[in-house]
Nanobody
Framework: QVQLVESGGGLVQAGGSLRLSCAASGSIFSINAMGWYRQAPGKQRELVARITGDGTINYADSVKGRFTIFRDNAKSTVYLQMNSLKPEDTAVYYC?????????????WGKGTLVTVSS
């Protein structure tokens, strides 16, 4: 059973930084695409950043140059370093593990961690 546990959210002032972590268990991990999504109040969940098993990365335009996604396969953990935070980054951030077509056949989600950026 795949489990994802996020940590690192909190309250920060605009311009500040936070690092989110997502520890995975129950999968090979290194072959799975991992992503961070966020959902602000009244809005749909949106992709923030994603990294594939071979290290291909893509970001939402709104976070390019400010956020960095990286993974440590030895620790089965994916991170999201968030710099120059803005009030509009306020949201619940969710970790996602994607299917690999071999061991994992669907998406898995963490419970989310709240990031609040004050102006």
């Amino acid at each position: 059973q795949v489990q994802l546990v996020e940590s690192g959210g909190g309250l920060v002032q605009a311009g500040g930084s936070l690092r989110l972590s997502c520890a995975a268990s129950g999968s090979i991990f290194s072959i799975n695409a991992m992503g961070w999504y966020r959902q602000a109040p009244g809005k749909q969940r949106e992709l923030v950043a994603r990294i594939t098993g071979d290290g291909t990365i893509n970001y939402a335009d709104s976070v390019k140059g400010r956020f960095t996604i990286f993974r440590d396969n030895a620790k089965s953990t994916v991170y999201l370093q968030m710099n120059s935070l803005k009030p509009e980054d306020t949201a619940v951030y969710y970790c996602n593990l994607g299917p690999d077509g071999i061991y994992v056949n669907r998406d898995y989600w963490g419970k989310g961690t709240l990031v609040t950026v004050s102006s």
